[in-house]
């Protein structure tokens, strides 16, 4: 394949994830001559700037992958059940966020820093890959070390997500209703399922059958991913998925077990080297990761490491990452960087 000179595409590119992919491509160089944009028919005739020039958002059709050496899907299960098969049969390398082909066995879902071997031998036109959920990415990288060292038995997670990771309308809701509640008023709820100002919702996607243990949608799409991304198909995965009113970045409070005894400051090291981590752990200082630490950077932040006084094997931590970024944007184009490389 080409190294330089790449056409390249971004469907969904008017969302909050494509907006941030254009910013990533620009920040890291990525090798691209050509880059087409697509968006919702409202959309269409927009213009974006990515590397220092105007780029118009377009429709999709049937010849609009005609080229393309990687098209990155940022939208809708539907947009990608319909048209990533369009964009494969036009020789492209597709990269999609949707969760359509994350558990498909036949389909690598990838965060580089943890399991990028799997992109070795999908250089070939038409490859697919999926990135996986936002919470679960900053998850991974974060468990990965530590299983390498002491061999993950149980994880239990529990998540503090930002209203970004529900789109504009719900970031546009939080505002609203913060205003409407500072004001004396009370807060109407309308993209999200309870007003979310001063308030936690425990409920992220819906509710699942009897047989799924009353998880939501979003609660088995981290139990699933972290058990493939890792190769733990039978790892005890428990979640607790809750929207708080944030705008920037995903939180999760992690308790893991091991096989082995872990030690807290072996762990603090282990994660400091890995890549993609930074270790913000001082708390007699105060500094502990905190969603102003990774709005619109690239690290997963872990802090709080420390041994699980009720378990002998094991550590409780805390993770915070930009649900945007790291958790899909520049994890799609890291997947491109290392097929490219």
Same mark, same amino acid.
């Given at each position: 394949? =080409? ?12 969302? $909050? ?10 920040? @890291? ?6 880059? %087409? ?15 220092? @020039?105007?780029? =118009? ?28 098969p369009v964009a494969r049969a036009s020789g492209a390398i597709v990269i999609d966020n949707s969760a359509t082909f994350r558990m498909n066995s ?47 038995? @149980? ?29 004396? %008023? ?76 872990? #030690?807290?400051?072996?762990? %603090?090291?282990?994660? $400091? ?7 913000? #752990? ?14 619109? @950077? ?9 041994? #699980? ?15 945007? %970024? =790291? ?15």
């Amino acid at each position: 394949m =080409k190294k330089t000179g790449l056409t390249i595409a971004v469907v969904g590119a008017t969302g $909050a994830v494509g907006k941030e992919m254009l910013d990533v491509l620009e920040q @890291r160089h990525f090798p691209f001559s050509e880059l %087409r944009l697509f968006a919702s028919p409202r959309s269409a005739g927009r213009e974006l700037t990515c590397a220092g @020039r105007s780029w =118009k958002c377009q429709t999709l059709e049937k010849s609009s992958f005609k080229d393309v050496d990687f098209a990155f899907f940022d939208a809708s299960d539907e947009i990608s059940r319909e048209w990533v098969p369009v964009a494969r049969a036009s020789g492209a390398i597709v990269i999609d966020n949707s969760a359509t082909f994350r558990m498909n066995s036949e389909v690598p879902l990838v965060v580089p820093e943890v399991n990028g071997e799997k992109l070795r031998s999908l250089s070939e036109k038409g490859a697919l890959v999926s990135g996986p959920n936002c919470t679960t990415a900053q998850l991974v990288v974060a468990l990965k070390p530590l299983h390498d060292r002491y061999g993950l038995k @149980r994880v239990v997670v529990s998540t503090y997500q930002s209203v970004s990771g529900a789109g504009a309308a719900a970031v546009e809701e939080l505002r609203t209703q913060t205003g409407e509640v500072l004001a004396g %008023r009370g807060a109407r709820a309308v993209k999200l399922k309870h007003p979310i100002a001063f308030n936690l919702i425990p409920q992220i996607g819906s509710f699942l059958s009897a047989a799924d243990t009353g998880a939501t949608s979003e609660e088995k799409k981290v139990i699933e991913e972290t058990r493939k991304i890792l190769g733990l198909p039978n790892l005890a995965v428990a979640c607790t998925a809750v929207r708080v009113p944030t705008i920037a970045c995903h939180a999760e409070s992690v308790n893991a077990e091991f096989e082995k005894t872990p #030690d807290a400051e072996e762990a %603090r090291a282990l994660l $400091a080297k890995f890549p993609g981590v930074e270790v913000i #752990d001082e708390p007699k200082d105060f500094n502990y990761p905190m969603n102003l630490h990774a709005t619109g @950077r690239d690290p997963v932040y872990v802090g709080r490491i420390r041994r #699980d006084p009720s378990c002998e094997k094991g550590l409780q931590f805390w993770v915070v990452a930009d649900n945007l %970024r =790291k958790g899909a944007a520049l994890n799609a184009i890291q997947i491109a960087e290392s097929i490219l490389a």
